[in-house]
């Protein structure tokens, strides 16, 4: 038997999934996220440390005796800590399959496995969400609506769109064929792929793209009528998702120019970078999301147009698309 760190930090990142679901305190909370975070970064594979000898892994940052406790009884038995079971009980598994899309945090999750029927099987679970959300399933259950539904289904094709990568350069080449497309009808609008694109890795699953317009109906009717489409998978008043030739989707966001900082930052940082993030805002007593930065107490929300004056808020310079992968970012761009 072995553990990959990814395995280990996906061990813990449920652990404060079901701690979170069950309203467990948020310094439990925080630890096993910060764990979590730390393990899938570590530069050492900590199973092989562990077999070497156990006492290595308290060298390991973030990662306290309650926790080595966890981690030392998984490597040992290969299952969950005893004592964890009555934390699990009653979450159904599709609620840690839902938490690895983005937006989808875990009391979203679990409301979404309380009020609908989903399989066991992780992606008969993905296959019946994107089905709910076509249907109009999730709109009404309460607090959802129409806003949350569009942006679970964009959020859940873009997580299956990794699956089926494409190599970095041919994905900028479609991406900038689409906002050619695009352009030729609206010249003055500014079109940004987001994503895994923004940020230049290797291969990119699903291409993102927003535009900063207050045409969305009209932009959004164009984008539907792409030449290469071979089904229109959603369309809302400000989103809309195709499938093209070989399964690749696109996604189209359109935001007025106001909020356009604020949907670009949700929609471009990787999903660690974008968890460090809230974490660093929460404890500014804030909240952020693709239409802002609200703040906490007096519900206020700050709206921006670029991204430069989103990360100033929180105390940040700009962070680099391509930076936007973990918790460097906010060491090295944190403002003096």
Not at 185 to 211: H, N, W, Y
């Amino acid at each position: 038997m072995n553990f990959s760190n990814q395995q280990i930090s996906e061990y813990l990142t449920n652990i404060a999934t079901a701690y979170e679901i069950k309203h467990k305190d948020l310094f439990h909370i925080t630890a096993y996220q910060n764990a979590a975070d730390t393990i899938s970064s570590y530069p050492e594979d900590l199973y092989k440390l562990w077999q070497k000898d156990p006492k290595l892994l308290d060298n390991v940052p973030n990662i306290g005796p309650s926790i080595l406790k966890k981690i030392d009884y998984l490597f040992k038995f290969g299952k969950l800590y005893p004592q964890l079971k009555p934390v699990f009980k009653n979450i159904h598994p599709a609620v840690f399959t839902f938490t690895k899309i983005n937006a989808i945090g875990p009391l979203i999750a679990y409301k979404l496995t309380q009020n609908l029927k989903f399989s066991n099987d992780p992606d008969k679970a993905l296959d019946q969400l994107i089905i709910y959300c076509q249907k109009n399933k999730i709109k009404n259950i309460p607090a959802f609506g129409q806003k949350s539904q569009e942006s679970i289904l964009n959020n859940t094709l873009a997580f299956l769109g990794r699956k089926n990568r494409m190599p970095l350069k041919d994905a900028q080449n479609l991406a900038n064929k689409i906002i050619k497309y695009l352009k030729l009808k609206f010249p003055e609008t500014e079109f940004i792929p987001l994503g895994s694109l923004r940020r230049q890795t290797s291969t990119v699953g699903d291409i993102d793209i927003a535009a900063a317009s207050a045409k969305s109906g009209t932009i959004i009717s164009h984008f539907l009528k792409y030449p290469d489409t071979v089904q229109i998978i959603a369309q809302g008043k400000n989103k809309a998702s195709i499938r093209l030739i070989n399964d690749i989707h696109i996604d189209l966001m359109v935001k007025p120019k106001i909020s356009f900082g604020a949907l670009l930052q949700h929609f471009t940082g990787s999903r660690q970078h974008n968890i460090i993030l809230r974490k660093h805002a929460l404890k500014l007593g804030l909240s952020l999301s693709e239409y802002g930065i609200k703040n906490i107490k007096t519900k206020k929300i700050y709206q921006f147009n670029n991204e430069t004056d989103f990360y100033q808020f929180l105390g940040l310079k700009l962070i680099p698309p391509p930076e936007r992968i973990g918790e460097n970012g906010l060491i090295t761009y944190k403002m003096v």
